[in-house]
């Protein structure tokens, strides 16, 4: 496995994957699956911005999981903080893809600047917050019932780590 910076011939399986997670999943509270237009005008933003769009491959450079990190709120007192996504094929879960993905957005935000990475995920994604807390990222939110898919109520879940102890910036 090998993990590079997402190409735009890498769009098509990365719409894959998030389309079978919202068919399947409650990774994305929503039943809305996105064309391939979609995640193009997405990935591009995220280039634009200078945010990273990172894969997962295998050895024929197959796409074996994607994870990226955006805003985590618009306003610019949030500049330093982060939310990142990871999506692992669930043909290939549990085999270290995630920990490597989210090991390498660590450092990617480390060397950005950014201060905080969030990972927001419901209370029953046992395998988002077992990776989570296994790079180190601690559950500091928890909100009841403020979704629902599935027939369901879902409870969301702050997971948060501060990447490196600094000063705050003066404004
Ligand atoms: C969450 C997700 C990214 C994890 O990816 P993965 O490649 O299966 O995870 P890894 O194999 O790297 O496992 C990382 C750690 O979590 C643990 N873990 C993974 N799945 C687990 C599960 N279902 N239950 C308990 N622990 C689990 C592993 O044991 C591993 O710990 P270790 O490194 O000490 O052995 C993957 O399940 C996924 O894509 N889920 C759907 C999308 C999603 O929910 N994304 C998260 C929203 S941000």
């Known amino acids: ?33 996105e064309t391939l237009d979609d995640r193009l005008t997405w990935f591009e933003a995220r280039k634009s911005q200078g945010l990273p769009v990172i894969v997962a491959v295998g050895s024929d450079d197959e796409v074996l999981g994607f994870a990226s990190y955006g805003p985590f709120r618009p306003k610019e007192g949030y500049r330093l903080t982060a939310e990142h996504t ?44 077992a990776l989570h807390e296994k790079l180190g990222f601690e559950k500091t939110g928890h909100m009841p019932q403020v979704g629902t898919k599935f027939g369901r109520w879902l409870n969301l879940v702050f997971l948060t780590k501060v990447l490196s102890p600094m000063e705050p910036p003066e404004r």
């Open 1 to 33: 496995m090998n993990i590079r910076n997402a190409e735009p011939h890498d769009v098509p399986a990365i719409l894959d994957l998030y389309n079978r997670a919202v068919r399947e999943t409650t990774a994305a509270w929503t039943t809305r699956e």
């Open 86 to 129: 990871i999506y692992v094929d669930p043909e290939v879960q549990k085999q270290g893809i995630g920990r490597g993905l989210l090991a390498r957005l660590l450092e990617i935000a480390g060397v950005h600047g950014i201060h905080v990475l969030v990972g927001v995920v419901d209370s029953d994604n046992k395998a988002s917050i």
